[in-house]
């Protein structure tokens, strides 16, 4: 249990915190924070993943260096979390082989004592949605050889149907201990909505066609769309997120959505870390960066250099 502490020695931590903070974007050091990282008993390590648009090769490099995965690409990582916080789909060319690779991986996880979440993002959304502007030609050809799937990528996300089926089990917003996910951020009002009703309507509208998503969800600022804390929150935007921590009984807010061309990093003295670093290769020559979270503190890894070459 933690125990509650008197102003000075709560002021004294968050000046604390923003130190650690400044300091592990120069050397990698984890940031100790016991009061936010609060892990399930069974769970060693927490990995999370930003964006993926369609890149395969990315995708595999930080499994890997994380240890999730084997070089042979199964699943050896015990007592592990792995969260992907949405967009897989869209721009990059091996949107097929992710899904199969993500599928498969999620069964095999369980076997290790551990889990692979993943989150929809807007990407997702979008193709369920009859949006397939951002699908590159090459990803639509590879999607020819799918034996699982409808070998024309458009109806393979028809709402109701298998691939829509299988999505409407991923979250919009998930907790691990107190770590919160989402894929661009959430508001007070979301937050009082409730994390279970957000997670229940959008299964509900991937598994039926005559469903419409609640105004909540079609907004801009919606979980899957809000960029207030991906870009430049103020104070005021610090205190909302104070809040809705506190409405969700969390301690970190970690999303993705929002390209950090400086790699990944957080602000609100810790309380959010943007891990979207547009590792994809559509994006060009970018760090592979991904999140390492233990009891210890939460630590930005890399495991490489993406070429667009």
């Known amino acids: 249990m933690i125990k509650n502490r008197n102003f000075f020695s709560t002021a004294v931590f968050s000046i604390s915190l923003l130190f650690l903070t400044m300091c592990s974007d120069k050397n990698n050091s984890p940031v100790v924070d016991n009061n936010r990282i609060i892990l399930p008993d069974t769970v060693n390590t927490v990995i999370a993943i930003g964006d993926i648009h369609g890149d395969i090769n990315a995708l595999k490099s930080i499994l890997i260096d994380s240890h999730a995965i084997s070089k042979n690409l199964h699943w050896i990582g015990t007592n592990m979390i792995v969260v992907q916080t949405g967009d897989i789909l869209d721009r990059g060319d091996n949107e097929l082989q992710i899904i ?81 996910f989402t894929h661009g951020g959430l508001t007070i009002k979301q937050a009082e909505y409730g994390i279970e009703k957000i997670n229940s309507d959008i299964s509900k509208w991937l598994t039926d066609n005559n469903t419409s998503l609640p105004a909540i969800l079609r907004k801009k600022n919606s979980p899957f769309w809000n960029r207030t804390y991906g870009k430049n929150p103020d104070s005021r935007d610090c205190r909302n997120l104070q809040k809705i921590l506190e409405l969700t009984k969390s301690g970190t807010l970690i999303i993705g959505h929002s390209i950090q061309k400086n790699g990944i990093n957080s602000k609100c003295n810790g309380l959010v870390w943007r891990i979207d670093v547009g590792m994809s290769k559509y994006y060009g020559s970018r760090n592979l960066e991904y999140l390492e979270i233990t009891r210890s503190g939460i630590t930005k890894k890399s495991s490489g250099i993406q070429n667009n070459q």
């Open 100 to 180: 199969e690779l993500l599928f498969r991986l999620k069964k095999e996880a369980p076997m290790k004592k551990s889990q692979l979440i993943l989150i929809n993002g807007n990407h997702e959304i979008m193709n369920f949605a009859g949006d397939f502007r951002y699908v590159s030609q090459n990803s639509r050809k590879n999607w020819k050889n799918s034996k699982l799937l409808s070998t024309d990528r458009e109806s393979s996300f028809k709402r109701g149907e298998y691939l829509a089926l299988e999505f409407s089990k991923f979250p919009v917003v998930t907790k691990v201990g107190s770590l919160l």
